[in-house]
């Protein structure tokens, strides 16, 4: 059974960097089946993709966000991480991770998602 | 970016009732429509794809249908495991985009 949890620190101080971390059970993040995403939700927002890295560790990222994001993954832990630098209180969201399985048919759905991580940025 | 506009925002219904939820696009989409169902705490659930196909597992209750930029979710018979919010995603371009959520909530 196919299992994300997201880690990392809850609270963030403005214009530091947001680190958040993806444990995948279950499945090899290295299969070439899937790639590993990240979204969030502000509060009482909707959610939003932010970008996300393949079986080959190619990267891809939503425009708004790409000069400050960085996804990256540790094939040795079977996890990836998201690094947001220079955040904001806008910062402020429930970060997801989720898995994309690379079909045609499947397009970019997202297929399993973690629970979710509050991420609140405050001095 | 394609925006995703969702309504109701929230609605209350009683067991057994018939459901409908729709997202409208700002442009024509192709069926590259998903909906989730996510409820507080726990992971969102991939419910339908591509407009109208089934995730597995799913119940038949659930259906999705649509065309061009206008797309429905529709439960036939609201079960007590249905209070939840729902959302709809474009996947047609990138970056992938999803309606503000519909929350459906016990009469």
């Known amino acids: 059974q196919l299992q994300l949890q997201e880690s990392g620190s809850g609270l963030v101080r403005p214009s530091q960097t947001l680190s958040l971390t993806c444990a995948v059970s279950g499945d090899s993040i290295s299969s070439s089946d899937f790639s590993w995403n990240w979204l969030r939700q502000p509060p009482g927002k909707g959610l939003e993709w932010i970008g996300h890295i393949d079986h080959l560790g190619t990267t891809f990222y939503t425009p708004s966000l790409k000069s400050r994001v960085t996804i990256s993954v540790d094939r040795s832990k079977n996890q990836f991480s998201l690094n947001l630098a220079s955040v904001t209180a806008a910062d402020t969201a429930v970060y997801y991770c989720a898995r994309v399985t690379e079909n045609i048919l499947r397009g970019v759905t997202f297929d399993f998602w973690g629970q979710g991580a509050l991420v609140t940025v405050s001095s | 970016d394609i925006q995703m506009t969702q309504s109701p925002s929230s609605l209350s219904a009683s067991i057994g009732d018939r459901v409908a939820v729709t997202c409208r696009a700002s442009?024509?989409?192709?069926?590259?429509v998903a909906w989730y169902q996510h409820k507080p705490g726990k992971a969102p659930r991939l419910l339908l794809l591509a407009t109208s196909r089934l995730e597995s597992g799913v119940p038949s209750r659930f259906s999705g249908s649509g065309s061009g930029a206008d797309y429905t979710l529709t439960i036939s018979s609201l079960q007590p495991d249905d209070f939840a919010t729902y959302y709809c995603?474009?996947?047609?371009?990138?970056?992938?985009?999803f309606g503000q959520g519909s929350k459906v909530e016990i009469k």
């Open positions: 995603q474009q996947y047609y371009a990138y970056p992938p985009t």
């Open positions: 442009q024509v989409i192709g069926n590259s």
